[in-house]
C-alpha cells in the first residue's frame, strides 16, 4: 500500500519562501511529482524527482531524499497567484500511476 | 496543440444511475489515466488505458468501467451510481513512458 503525508496548510507572506514537506512509504517507488492545483481547476505539473538531491526551476524547487521517503517543495518570492493545493504524489512504476497525498493548501497574504 | 478536454463539466445523478464521461487526449498523447477527487483530497487513481487495452487499475469497484477508442480518446462508466461517487474526475493524458502527464479541467458529478 501507499501512505503519503503532508501538511493540509500553510500561510505565508507576499515575497516570503514557503516549504512544504511530504514523506511517502510506499511498496516500490519510480519518482516523486509536485502538481499545483487552483480552487476549480485541473492540477498543473511542477517537478519529477528521480534521483536524491535538489532539482530548481525558477521560483519553485523540489528536493528527494528516497532513503528516508522525503520530499519538499520550496517556493520563493511568494506571489498572491502561488495561492493554491500542492500536491505531492509517488510512481511506483514507469507507468507512471500517481498516488497523491492529500494536498497542501498554500494561502498567499498581502 | 489542443490540450486536453472533458464533457460534461458537470452533472447530476440520483441513486442508481449510470454515467459516462469524455476524455479527449492531448495531440500525439496515446495513454489516458482517469482519477478520482473528493472534496479536500488528493486525486485517487481508478485506472490506466495505452492503445485501448486497460493498463492497472486502482481499488475501486468493476462497477467503475472504461474504454478508450483508437483515437485515444477515453471514456469512464460508472453503473449504480452511489452518494459517495460524487466528486471530480479527472482524465490526464501522456506518451506513454513520459512521466509528464496533462490534466483535463475535469468533470464536476454529484449524485443525489
Known amino acids: 500500500g501507499q501512505n503519503i503525508d503532508q501538511p493540509t496548510e500553510m500561510t505565508a507572506t507576499e515575497g516570503a519562501i514557503v516549504q512544504i514537506n511530504c514523506t511517502y512509504q510506499?511498496?516500490?517507488?519510480?519518482?516523486l511529482f509536485w502538481y499545483q492545483q487552483h480552487a476549480g481547476e485541473a492540477p498543473t505539473f511542477l517537478s519529477y524527482n528521480v534521483l536524491d538531491g535538489l532539482e530548481e526551476k525558477g521560483r519553485f524547487s523540489s528536493f528527494l531524499s528516497r532513503s528516508k521517503g522525503y520530499s519538499y517543495l520550496l517556493l520563493k518570492e511568494l506571489q498572491m497567484k502561488d495561492s493554491a493545493s500542492y500536491l505531492c504524489a509517488v510512481s511506483r512504476s514507469n507507468d507512471y500511476k500517481l498516488s497523491f497525498g492529500a494536498g497542501t493548501t498554500v494561502t498567499v497574504r498581502a | 496543440e489542443t490540450g486536453v478536454t472533458q464533457s460534461p463539466t458537470h452533472l447530476i445523478k440520483t441513486r442508481g444511475q449510470q454515467v459516462t464521461l469524455r476524455c479527449s487526449s492531448q495531440s500525439g498523447h496515446n495513454t489516458v489515466s482517469w482519477y478520482q477527487q473528493a472534496l479536500g483530497q488528493g486525486p485517487q487513481f481508478i485506472f490506466q488505458?495505452?492503445?485501448?487495452?486497460?493498463?492497472g487499475r486502482g481499488n475501486f469497484p468493476p462497477r467503475f468501467s472504461g474504454l478508450q477508442f483508437p483515437n485515444y480518446s477515453s471514456e469512464l462508466n460508472v453503473n449504480a451510481l452511489e452518494l459517495d461517487d460524487s466528486a471530480l474526475y479527472l482524465c490526464?493524458?501522456?506518451?506513454?513512458?513520459?512521466?509528464?502527464?496533462?490534466f483535463g479541467p475535469g468533470t464536476r458529478l454529484t449524485v443525489l
Open positions: 490526464a493524458s501522456s506518451e506513454k513512458g513520459s512521466p509528464e502527464q496533462f
Open positions: 488505458y495505452y492503445r485501448e487495452e486497460e493498463n
Open positions: 510506499t511498496s516500490g517507488f519510480n519518482g
